[in-house]
């Protein structure tokens, strides 16, 4: 609890001398940090908020930089705030057997508790009770990487509907990051209709440190990928989700194969010409070329990059559309001041995506508001990593419909890519941590979960969760459908009650 007790420090700092709101822009919420922070500070992180200019009005550009430094802080604050959260971490970083917690759940496809290491990820979405709740269906398993290590690994799917067949997507997670992290991801998008595969790195989680060399002309040993860049995961994920009893994982041999499953142990279930691949920070460093490289790849999602362009060798390759999201602030800041005259490049987190849109294939970019690196790394710890609150869901939002339009070639998708207003779709897939009612609990007080409220974005205004730094813009339907500024276009009005 040091960093929490640090940060809450930083934020009365910070928070000291805002500006007061006026009137017409009264704060609509208020932020867990201001009461930890022992002060009432004016925080509105989903209001519009203009466009000062640091030359005519420095007071205002300031006020707003400050309310977005605390912004970047929310979901952290909100954590500590939460006795929900803190309770159900506790149980998870205790290593507690779910059974006792969640009753008794004996589906044989269940992980095992004991593969989860400390770090772990939202308590609230812990497996096995995500499928006690009758959400989706879950297994854990090992594959093995194009370099010969065992990678532990996830797969998330929808309830059974025999006959059915879903698009498949993978998670790599960055650098010292684990596949719990990513279960936002995972049950999310299973939820929604799709076979969800999401590994462990080599050397990081529940996968092998080592290496055998499966090609004598590395000559590496046992240190191929060590440190690992994620990519021989990656390739090997992809050959992984489309494999079958006809068609093995041809990593899968020999002693090297014992403790791995031969094929994809839900083939009948997948749609395999429908493949899309994720990841973040060093994931997303890999998926970015990867998802170029492979013909097979259909829809790519890079979660913070860090601006990375794609090489020029790639550049003729070009042909699955891509998503990247980028971060307000950079890795590993938060809460960081700007400086007034020092502008960024608000098209910093476009290389990638301009030359997608040069090879004519779909693209496009968002930045959360007050988002940090850490929007897609969300771990059971209290008050580990700071980010905004809705940063995540707004990434789920168009993730789904990215996959939508892309994989499963839904109209709806576009629609949604391109509103000017949130609807509930990703909504109905938040069960996640939230902000605490203590009026909730009291309703139920013997359920722990009961006060958690998960968050939720239906009818807000896109603008307004977008950031006002770094430029959101899309470039689909081969550039019949585009916006370089996603910010610049509003909000629509709502529709009149009726009567």
């Known amino acids: 609890m040091r960093l929490a007790g640090l ?23 208020l932020n867990a940090s201001q009461l930890l922070a022992g002060g009432v500070v004016a925080t509105d992180c989903t209001g519009a908020v203009g466009n000062p200019n640091p030359k005519t009005d420095l007071v205002a550009w300031e ?18 705030a939460n006795p929900a959260f ?63 290590a065992e990678i532990d690994a996830e797969l998330f799917s929808p309830n059974p509907h025999p006959g059915r067949r879903y698009p498949i997507v993978t998670f790599t997670p960055g650098l010292q990051e684990s596949k719990e992290q990513a279960w936002w991801y995972g049950e999310g998008l ?12 080599q050397a990081q989680g529940d996968s092998e440190v080592t290496s055998h060399d499966t090609d004598p002309s ?11 860049n994620d990519k021989p995961e990656t390739h090997a994920a992809i050959d992984f989700a489309v494999s079958t009893p006809r068609h093995p994982d041809k990593y899968d041999v020999g002693r090297n194969g014992e403790h791995a499953l031969p094929y994809n142990p839900l083939w009948q279930e997948v749609n395999r010409s429908e493949v899309g691949i994720a990841g973040h920070s060093l994931g ?25 362009s794609l090489p020029s060798w790639l550049l003729p390759k070009i042909h699955a559309p891509a998503l990247y999201f980028g971060t307000d602030y950079k890795f590993p800041e938060f809460a960081t001041p700007r400086l007034p005259g020092a502008f ?6 476009w290389p990638a ?85 203590p009026a909730a609990a009291a309703k139920d007080p013997t359920n722990l979960v009961s006060g958690n409220v998960p968050y939720r974005i239906d009818g807000r205004c896109v603008a307004d969760l977008l950031s006002f730094y770094n430029a959101s813009a899309y470039w689909l339907d081969h550039g019949r459908v585009q916006s370089m500024n996603m910010r610049n276009r509003g909000c629509e009005e709502r529709p009149a009650a009726a009567g």
């Open 190 to 201: 299973a939820e929604a209709g799709y076979v969800v595969l999401i590994m462990d790195p």
């Open 86 to 148: 803190v309770a159900m971490s506790a149980m998870e970083v205790a290593g507690s057997n779910p059974n006792e917690i969640f009753g008794d759940v004996t589906d044989p496809r269940l992980r095992s508790w004991g593969s989860v290491f400390v770090a772990g990820g939202d308590p609230f979405r812990v497996p096995t009770r995500w499928v006690a709740l009758g959400r989706g269906q879950f297994q854990q398993f090992h594959y093995i990487s194009t370099d010969g």
């Open 353 to 437: 995506f301009d030359q997608m849109r040069k090879a004519g294939v779909d693209s496009m970019v968002i930045t959360p508001r007050a988002s940090t690196h850490y929007e897609w790394d969300q771990q059971s710890s209290v008050g580990a990593l700071p980010a905004s609150r809705y940063g995540q869901l707004v990434s789920l939002y168009y993730s789904q419909a990215w996959f939508d339009y892309y994989l499963k070639h839904e109209q709806s998708g576009l629609r949604r890519l391109t509103a000017l207003r949130f609807d509930g779709s990703a909504d109905a897939h938040s069960i996640g941590g939230g902000t605490y009612s």
């Open 344 to 349: 960024e490049n608000p098209e910093q987190h």
């Open 218 to 228: 590395k000559k590496c040993g046992i240190v191929c990928n060590v440190p690992t």
């Open 284 to 308: 997303a460093s890999a998926v970015t070329p990867i998802g170029q490289q492979d013909p097979r790849v259909k829809a790519v999602i890079s979660y913070d990059n860090i601006d990375l």
């Open 7 to 29: 940060l809450a420090g930083a934020l009365a700092v910070s928070g000291a001398g805002m500006a007061t709101a006026s009137p017409s822009h009264a704060p609509r919420e």
């Open 63 to 80: 006020a707003r930089d400050r309310q977005n430094e605390l912004c970047s802080t929310q979901r952290l604050t909100d954590e500590l």
